[in-house]
């Protein structure tokens, strides 16, 4: 095949709303094939061994189904939520008085129970390892697919409307809204909220970005490293 393949994994329809048209857009002169998988894996992988071999089977799946050579992959992206995972426990408090089990603030997540605190600190550790796993990887599958992993912190309602707490059945719908009245591609609005990097090199941005992000109460806080997305995909098309 001529067109070379992206293989993009991400969280919900939100993302593919908000990025994959737009992605078609700017790299269409490139005939790039962009194929979504969508799901969520860094909570459920308990397994400090087994995230790489999941998302590797996610990607061979893909591949298989689809057809493809090796030689036809342009790179693995995956695009994934911070949802707070790298605070401390300290920052995880609870309120007995609110109504939600769980509730996201700029400095910490408050709760309802401590049955719930304990489910959040169990959520954190296994997302954060699995999430620090990754975004260690340059490739995945015996090296043979270049892979980079983008966040939204603390989740992509969070960047694009100050909502850390939006209501699920609204949040494809609200990102058709975002697009229709924005006034400028979708990738410069999220310069904005890109972490000030002090590297040049795209490799050394990457890793800072990450860095960032996993302090102190950062992966609360409105972020993304999203734009990076584009260098990398340039990159590779050089």
């Known amino acids: 095949m001529s067109k070379k393949v992206l293989i993009i994994i991400e969280e919900g329809p939100s993302e593919e ?7 078609r857009e700017i790299y269409f002169a490139q005939e790039i094939l962009f194929k979504v998988y969508g799901g969520d894996v860094f909570d459920d992988v308990t397994d400090i061994k087994s995230v790489k ?4 089977d996610i ?3 893909i591949i298989l189904k689809n057809k493809f050579k090796p030689s036809d992959i342009l790179a693995i992206i995956h695009i994934m939520d911070t949802d707070g995972c790298f605070i401390s426990n300290v920052n995880i408090v609870i309120n007995s008085n609110q109504e939600v089990s769980t509730y996201y603030n700029l400095e910490n997540i408050t709760v309802n129970s401590s049955k719930q605190k304990t489910n959040i600190e169990i959520r954190n550790f296994n997302r954060s390892r699995n999430v620090k796993i990754m975004n260690c990887q340059s490739s995945i599958i015996r090296k ?9 912190s603390r989740n992509l309602e969070h960047v694009l409307f100050d909502d850390p707490n939006p209501a699920g059945e609204s949040k494809t719908e609200n990102v058709e809204k975002f697009l229709i009245a924005l006034y400028e591609p979708v990738e410069v609005f999220l310069e904005n909220y890109l972490p000030k990097l002090t590297c040049i090199n795209y490799f050394e941005k990457y890793k800072e970005s990450w860095t960032f992000i996993e302090a102190k109460t950062n992966s609360l806080k409105r972020y993304n490293n999203i734009p990076l997305l584009l260098e990398f995909i340039n990159l590779n098309l050089i």
Do not use: D
Request: proline residues 0%.
């Open 53 to 56: 071999s999941v998302i590797g």
């Open 144 to 152: 043979q697919y270049e892979y980079q992993i983008y966040y939204f």
């Open 59 to 61: 990607v061979k799946t």
């Open 17 to 23: 709303e908000l990025l994959i048209k737009r992605l």
